[in-house]
């Protein structure tokens, strides 16, 4: 069978297509792959040609061995992740949820898989189904596993006492606490107390930890519980003890301590003599006050990786790139994967399934068949949502990797900080301690939270920079918008650096400032003012007043130096204004010559005339709203204005090009045209009661001449009320296109409020 390798377009799918062609045609045994792969280990050890061992590549990129991708790393530049974002892209999300070990290999792949019902699919390509397929991976992968057995950090025991003669009133909880402490000794417990009916003593039931402050651990068999017994009897306890269970972490201490505080309705108590009377007091117990005792240890043969993307995105895409990324990434390694969505999902949302996101789960084997075993150092998992990201473009999927300094984004929560409340949607949280609960809010409020490093503000100051640059060469709205607000993100940052300098008086820079550059130093004084004085408490509000003063101050005197430099830079640029003025009038020449040649004499000179008009009455609009002159005189100056707008749209439908290419970015002029337009077109239906279509003024709408063409000259200061100019065309001498506007006279009301009302619409479009 004839075989082609270009039949596949990415590289770890030719590698696999060509390894099984190899093994159907009987040119290669197992034994060789192993061969090969251990060859490729010592080659990827070695690093890129020419590097000397162990080195790492710093210009450009990062070489590390280990991790899977044999070549160098090469950074996506922050501006071309700037620009994604804001282009509407969305984050890499690669989310290393947990570590395990051959004993919980099984339990991680039927998770992934939801017990079967999901297809798997391994690094060869091969889909799993069902349980049977999914068990055999245990044996495939049992060479990778080092069979390492977890900590036994949580201990249960139970204690019989054989006490009698004790009244009802007397201190159980006192007697058995001794009583435990002889046999535990300085460990950490909780326990609860069950008298017996006929009175020969009580039952103990308690939960520990099993090692001391000295480092002693017990084992929780029954030659630890021979330990115990010995102790207990040496100081006179007439009591048996025994372990009734073991296990490893806070999850299981947190739950068997809730299950005792349940199933005894809260009377448990610590050897601290306090009450632990419901499950919260019981989670705060072990997370905040044993975790320091465990010295926890789990085995680390496998990792469960999540990839996740936002609702709506392509499924068959995302499983696309997923499979490229974990191909890509840790070739040579052994992994399942399962994509989960919300249409094809077994497990209900109140068991936390069907969740509105796009997702992949992935177990991979840390360990690869030559021996590597995989990084997972910061470094690494940017490296991870880089080539994430790069997989996903590749398909489709506007992805970019995302840092949390790019945005001034607030460091994320553990998984021991929080306990999930709501499994469905997107899972509720909330914090196992008053310090948690306040991390977890502000990373779900997105609140911004800046780096104390050196290298990390350094960083941020780039962020910012490339934000602003950003926002004002982007040409859509939404481009702007979305940068504008990572700007103001930033805006806090130095203001609060520089709090502390501007109350002694002293600003940032402390050199000549520039107008632009002095009113941005004076928001941030005032931004930090404003953020000072709301957390300051109210006794401490009269000093602070006291600063404010100060910093003020100390800002009207940078005001005046400003005022003096622009003095004395204004006189002494005179001669270059009259420079640039002789330039702007030849540039103005040269768009009238252009204007002449692209839509004619006549055109351009009628155009240019009714441009002035309509440049000049939104000038005095202006300035008599800025004056604040008499409302009656606005509106009628308004009014005006509609009349112009009204006549130069009859020009533009009576066939002049400039008038329409004009109106490409006047949306005044745009919708008077549309409105004249529909009027024209009503008018022409009524005398042609068929309703001809081949009569219908197609011409009268917007031109598409590119905005570039559009010529603009005239007076600089006459600019229209929403801070756009139309220009004027230089050298207006008569009107040789023939129109005439007045025979629309008696519909030029309504033909206003037509205008109007297209208007009001277009500017609702845009709020919503």
């Known amino acids: 069978m004839e075989f082609f390798l270009g039949a596949f377009t990415a590289e770890w799918e030719q590698r696999r297509a060509a390894l099984l062609h190899d093994r159907s045609l009987g040119r290669r ?38 991790t899977g991708r044999a070549g160098p790393f090469l950074e996506r530049p922050m501006r071309a992740r700037f620009e994604g974002l804001a282009a509407g892209g969305q984050p890499a999300v690669v989310k290393l949820a947990s570590f395990g070990g051959s004993a919980r290999l099984g339990a991680m792949i039927n998770y992934v898989s939801r017990n079967g019902e999901v297809v798997a699919e391994n690094e060869c390509g091969d889909q799993l189904r069902g349980r049977d397929q999914l068990s055999a991976v245990g044996s495939e992968w049992d060479h990778l596993m080092k069979n390492r057995a977890e900590s036994r950090d949580i201990g249960l025991f139970k204690i019989a006492v054989a006490e009698g003669g004790w009244r009802a009133d007397d201190d159980l909880f006192g007697r058995a606490r001794e009583i435990v402490k002889r046999g535990l000794g300085d460990r950490a417990f909780v326990f609860t107390v069950t008298a017996r009916a006929d009175g020969s003593g009580y039952d103990i039931d308690g939960v520990t930890v099993l090692r001391n402050s000295g480092g002693e651990r017990l084992t929780a068999d029954d030659k630890a519980a021979a330990i115990v017994q010995a102790r207990m009897e040496s100081a006179g306890a007439d009591a048996v003890f025994r372990f009734t269970g073991y296990g490893n972490g806070t999850d299981y201490g947190t739950s068997h301590v809730r299950s005792l505080v349940a199933a005894h309705k809260g009377e448990v108590q610590d050897e601290q003599g306090r009450s632990i009377a419901d499950a919260k007091q019981a989670g705060d117990l072990v997370q905040l006050e044993w975790r320091g005792q465990l010295h926890s240890r789990k085995p680390r043969d496998v990792m469960h990786l999540v990839l996740s993307a936002r609702a709506g995105t392509d499924a068959s895409a995302f499983r696309e790139a997923a499979r490229d990324f974990l191909g890509t990434q840790f070739a040579g390694h052994r992994y399942v994967f399962s994509l989960h969505d919300a249409a094809s999902d077994p497990k209900t949302e109140e068991t936390g399934g069907k969740r509105p996101h796009v997702h992949v789960h992935a177990i991979i084997a840390m360990r690869s068949d030559a021996g590597d075993r995989i990084e997972t150092t910061i470094p690494a998992f940017r490296e991870w949502r880089l080539t994430m990201a790069e997989r996903a473009r590749a398909h489709g999927i506007n992805m970019e990797m995302t840092d949390r300094r790019d945005r001034a984004s607030p460091p994320a929560y553990s998984k021991n900080q929080v306990r999930p409340m709501n499994m469905i949607g997107r899972t509720q949280h909330e914090g196992t301690s008053a310090s948690a609960q306040r991390r977890y809010d502000t990373k779900r409020s997105d609140k911004d939270s800046f780096p104390r490093t050196p290298s990390s503000k350094a960083y941020a100051r780039t962020a910012q920079q490339e934000w602003h640059s950003i926002g004002s060469s982007a040409l859509l709205p939404t481009q702007k918008d979305f940068a504008g607000t ?283």
């Open 29 to 66: 045994k197992p034994d060789d792959d192993e061969e090969r792969r251990r060859r490729a280990s010592i080659a990827v050890r070695a690093g890129p040609v020419g590097a000397k061992p162990g080195s790492r590549l710093r210009a450009g990129g990062s070489w590390r061995p280990g």
């Open 486 to 768: 990572q700007v103001i993100r930033f805006e806090a940052h130095p203001a609060r650096a520089e709090r502390k300098a501007v109350w002694q008086g002293q600003p940032s820079n402390s050199g000549p400032m520039t107008r632009p550059e002095f009113e941005a130093y004076e928001r941030r004084v005032e931004t930090a003012l404003f953020h000072a004085a709301r957390s300051l408490p109210p006794h401490e509000q009269d000093g602070f007043e006291e600063i404010a003063k100060a910093a003020r101050e100390h800002v009207n005197v940078r005001r005046e130096l400003v005022d003096m430099l622009e003095e004395r830079g204004r006189n002494a640029g005179d001669a270059l204004a009259r420079s640039s003025r002789v330039n702007e009038r030849e540039d103005e020449k040269l768009r009238w010559n252009n204007a002449v040649e692209r839509h004619g004499f006549a055109a351009a000179e009628a155009a240019n005339r009714h441009l002035v008009e309509i440049e000049q009455s939104r000038g005095a609009i202006s300035r008599a709203e800025a004056d604040n002159q008499d409302p009656g005189n606005v509106r009628a100056m308004k009014q005006e204005l509609e009349n112009q707008l009204i006549k130069t749209a009859e020009l533009g439908a009576g066939g002049n090009s400039l008038i329409r290419e004009v109106a490409e970015i006047d949306e005044n002029l745009k919708n008077a045209l549309r409105a004249v337009g529909r009027e024209r077109l009503k008018a022409e239906r009524e005398r042609s009661p068929s309703g001809s279509e081949a009569n219908e003024v197609t011409g009268l709408s917007v031109g598409s001449a590119p905005k570039a063409a559009l010529t603009r000259v005239g007076d600089d200061q006459n600019r229209d009320a929403d801070g756009q100019s139309t220009g004027q065309m230089a050298g207006s001498s008569g009107d040789k296109t023939k129109s005439d506007p007045a025979k629309h006279v008696p519909r030029l009301e309504e033909l206003q409020r037509e205008a109007a009302e297209q208007r009001a619409g277009d500017h609702d479009d845009r709020d919503r």
